[in-house]
């Protein structure tokens, strides 16, 4: 069968024909949805939810080394911790079939050889990885899917802990050079068939339409069961570039990132909505996953936020996958994909290795505490918004999580505290997700609570302050205020990479979205307090400084960070202390005139007024969580991996967070 054969376009008849439902890895079977219709779980409150089970990762990956370049050290964290990995990647990689070896001749092209070399550079760096030899065998074997498509899979266990690798092998490009998976998503009557790579188990070449593809990524989900799911962006930043850069840059045109990450990542999308919704068709429980999505080529553009220490830990991964031609592998076709490998990570002038920068960087869950004094955690568990409440005051769990519906949502809740005791909770919904030249929508939507601790309102839409569809993806993560006058102020970064607002009266009533004064373009990942005459600060992250808002109104720059910021309020005319890191740099700075605390680490930082100085909540280099109060620091050390992009901190004392079992945990040092 000739594995390179193209794309194929199917009659209107055969179109409308849905797949037969196939057996999956587990033997469930995910039948096809209607052609042309998104599946989408109902958004009403008070389904049950699933619990119970243990922690497990499960990446989605356009290209072998996406999830080396983009999602690490994240991957790297859970992986020291325990939690067992599973590792699908959608392509071959087969790119041109030029495995290209520096100062050495080009040798002909072999697509299936190349695609063989990156899977094997894979197997070494996972191998090493889970601290086993670079050089471990693999067990390798053919995995069913749904539909009775066939994939490789490949598992290594070493030590007590498991990683899994599962390759779909569709094409990169078509023979037209179209880049394939682009033109998958968006086109209904398309067809392409898998490429065999050589030494693959796999002996036989399937055929994909969009909505196979996304049957066979939903059958996986609920085959494997994740608790945590890592995903690439699915809406990258706009980003204008003369051609010439763009193909430089290896960028689509018009948006910060390869064609293939954004369709992978908008696959996965549509396959999780789709797993939800299968699940729960028949008044089944809602799957308790949470979701990271990690920026990709965006790295480029942006400062970088990954120290010495932490940065040499990333790019030593990347050394083994991308091999030596010197190498004795045992695999014939290549022992890794030999233009990454060395140095090349680091000296390479993209720099995607030296940041990971999260979708959606804010930290969750949200925190409040209840009338009796208990605390709730609020955060999105299988696309839906949840809450768990402490079991006892001043105790270590939190009990069942309760359904409060509105999905599908981004992974991130912003509270706003009224002054009645009241709570609002504001996400990011997924309005439209359904490829095929249908529509693509993001929208912010909010809860009200009727009473302090009690049950929540319908949920309403806030709209977004892009009129566009296409400009609504780029609406970042929401950050939320209620001032001492009674209104409540949203803010979101916007697709221009400005910050839009919108205001709440003390009525309920909300005013228009409005753009904040000011040209430069800042990172997501805001952060909003109030100084102590009530005054409301925003402060965001930019390419050469923070940008700073005092009610408003511009304020004066402050230096440059990797990361999104943490403040408190502070006396003087800045009416906040601001604390960052450089980029590239672990070390803790800050606006105050006095030194700042020794507090190394990388990631977003968190932080409260305390009655001895600022309570300073952040990673370690070693990405444990640490806490810096009244000039002593203690770092957890015991309990659930944390995922996703941290903890909060409540009050000066309590630091919740999301472990990778999709459950909330407490931390009181």
Not at 115 to 140: I, M, N
Not at 364 to 375: I, N, S, T, W
Request: aromatic share 6%; glycine share 12%.
């Amino acid at each position: 069968m000739d594995e390179n054969r193209g794309p194929t376009r199917r009659g209107l008849l055969a179109g409308a024909t849905a797949a037969a439902a196939g057996a999956a890895l587990a033997g469930c079977s995910v039948p096809a949805p209607p052609p042309g219709r998104t599946v989408s779980a109902d958004p009403a409150p008070g389904r049950p939810i699933a619990t119970g089970h243990r922690a497990l990762l499960m990446q989605f990956a356009a290209h072998p080394d996406d999830d080396l370049y983009f999602m690490n050290p994240d991957t790297q964290r859970l992986l020291d911790a325990g939690v067992p990995l599973v590792s699908v990647y959608v392509t071959a990689g087969e790119h041109n079939g030029k495995n290209r070896i520096k100062g050495m001749p080009e040798t002909p092209p072999d697509r299936a050889a190349y695609s063989s070399a990156r899977h094997q550079g894979l197997r070494q760096a996972y191998a090493e990885l889970l601290g086993a030899d670079r050089f471990t065998p693999w067990r390798k074997e053919t995995a069913e899917l749904a539909g009775g498509r066939r994939a490789e899979r490949d598992v290594l266990e070493h030590g007590g802990r498991r990683v899994e690798l599962v390759f779909l092998n569709l094409p990169m490009h078509t023979p037209r050079r179209y880049m394939a998976l682009p033109a998958l998503w968006q086109d209904r009557a398309l067809e392409l068939r898998t490429h065999l790579s050589a030494d693959s188990p796999v002996t036989r070449s399937d055929t994909y339409d969009h909505g196979q593809l996304v049957e066979v990524l939903a059958g996986l989900l609920a085959a494997y069961r994740p608790t945590v799911v890592h995903t690439l962006d699915p809406d990258p930043d706009i980003q204008h570039s003369p051609e010439a850069t763009r193909q430089r840059d290896s960028e689509q045109p018009g948006y910060s990132d390869h064609g293939d990450h954004t369709a992978v990542a908008c696959f996965t999308w549509a396959a999780l909505l789709r797993r939800v919704a299968d699940a729960t068709a028949d008044g089944g429980p809602v799957p308790a996953f949470t979701t990271t999505a990690f920026r990709g080529y965006y790295n480029r553009h942006w400062p970088k936020n990954l120290p010495p220490r932490v940065l040499a830990e990333k790019a030593a991964h990347l050394v083994p996958y991308g091999g030596d031609p010197s190498w004795d592998c045992g695999n014939p076709s290549g022992c890794g994909d030999y233009g990454v490998g060395g140095d090349r990570p680091l000296t390479n002038w993209k720099g995607w290795v030296r940041a990971t920068h999260y979708r959606w960087p804010a930290a969750g869950p949200a925190v409040a505490e209840e009338p009796d004094g208990r605390l709730s955690a609020y955060g999105v568990l299988g696309l839906r918004a949840v809450r768990w409440r402490e079991r006892e005051r001043g105790g270590e769990e939190f009990g069942e999580p309760e359904d409060l519906g509105g999905g599908p949502l981004a992974p991130v809740l912003a509270p706003a505290a009224l002054a009645d005791g009241r709570l609002l909770l504001f996400g990011v919904r997924f309005a439209a997700l359904t490829g095929r030249g249908g529509a693509n929508r993001r929208e912010v939507v909010f809860l009200e609570q009727r009473s302090p601790g009690g049950a929540f309102r319908a949920w309403q839409g806030l709209g977004s302050p892009e009129r566009e569809d296409d400009r609504s993806r780029r609406i970042g993560a929401p950050v939320a205020l209620a001032a001492p006058d009674g209104r409540v102020h949203l803010f979101v970064r916007n697709a221009d990479k400005g910050v839009s607002t919108r205001v709440r009266a003390a009525d309920g009533t909300w005013g228009p979205w409005r753009a904040l004064p000011g040209q430069e373009e800042v990172q997501d990942g805001l952060t909003a307090l109030l100084d102590t005459a009530g005054r409301t600060h925003l402060l965001a992250a930019g390419r050469t400084h923070v940008r700073h808002w005092v009610d408003g109104s511009p304020a004066a720059p402050l230096p440059l960070s990797g990361d999104p910021v943490a403040a408190v309020p502070a006396p003087g005319p800045a009416g906040v202390e601001v604390f960052y890191r450089a980029p590239a740099d672990g070390r803790l700075r800050s606006s105050g005139t006095g030194p700042a605390p020794l507090f190394e680490g990388y990631g977003p930082l968190a932080a409260a007024p305390g009655p001895r100085g600022p309570v300073l909540l952040g990673r370690d280099p070693r990405g444990r969580v640490q806490l810096l109060r009244d000039g002593r620091l203690a770092v957890r050390d015991r309990g659930t991996a944390p995922a996703g992009a941290g903890p909060v901190l409540h009050g000066t004392g309590a630091v919740v967070g999301l472990g990778a079992d999709a459950r909330p945990w407490i931390w009181r040092p």
